[in-house]
């Protein structure tokens, strides 16, 4: 993988590496950040380091065969992506067929006025799906509208791996 300034970026090469090696379709996880209030022009400089370096990663997965997933992550692990929306504009600047979300209920929870409602803006887009309580426990022993995300899922068409 080409090296940057980004020292992530030999990390992913060597994940999408052993996605490769093992036969798994995709790599996932956060576009990770730090937990800060940022100026406007520090934030804009952010994700624009993010969108490059995630260029060249998803530009290298694809060579490859495999599919990056992005985690919106809850504002209490991250500043950078916490949102679906903010995760699809993302994903919509790096570009690349490759790139997608994984989306998690816990961090949708937390973040997201209406989980279904987000599930079904990122249809098409959705890699991996983590089916969490609220409080990281078993779904359907919390007060997440399961039945509604199941019904999202399927209006999405996502009909990939749900993770609990």
Not at 42 to 53: L, N, Y
Not at 157 to 162: E, I, L
Request: glycine share 10%.
């Amino acid at each position: 993988m080409r090296q940057s300034a980004t020292r992530a970026l030999p990390i992913f090469g060597r994940c999408i590496d052993y996605a490769q090696a093992l036969g798994s379709p995709s790599v996932s996880g956060p576009a990770v950040g730090n937990t800060r209030l940022l100026e406007e022009k520090a934030r804009r400089k952010q994700w624009r380091r993010a969108v490059g370096s995630l260029r060249i990663a998803a530009s290298y997965a694809a060579e490859r065969s495999v599919k990056l997933a992005i985690e919106p992550l809850n504002r209490f692990e991250t500043d950078l992506v916490n949102t679906v929306g903010q995760g699809l504009r993302l994903i919509g600047d790096i570009g690349g067929d490759n790139v997608g979300l994984l989306l998690d209920t816990f961090h949708m929870n937390i973040e997201e006025k209406d989980i279904p409602a987000a599930i079904t803006c990122a249809a098409g887009r959705i890699v991996e799906f983590h089916a969490s309580a609220n409080d990281r426990g078993t779904p359907g022993e919390d007060h997440l509208p399961w039945p509604k995300i199941a019904e999202a899922l399927r209006a999405a068409r996502y009909d990939g791996p749900v993770v609990i």
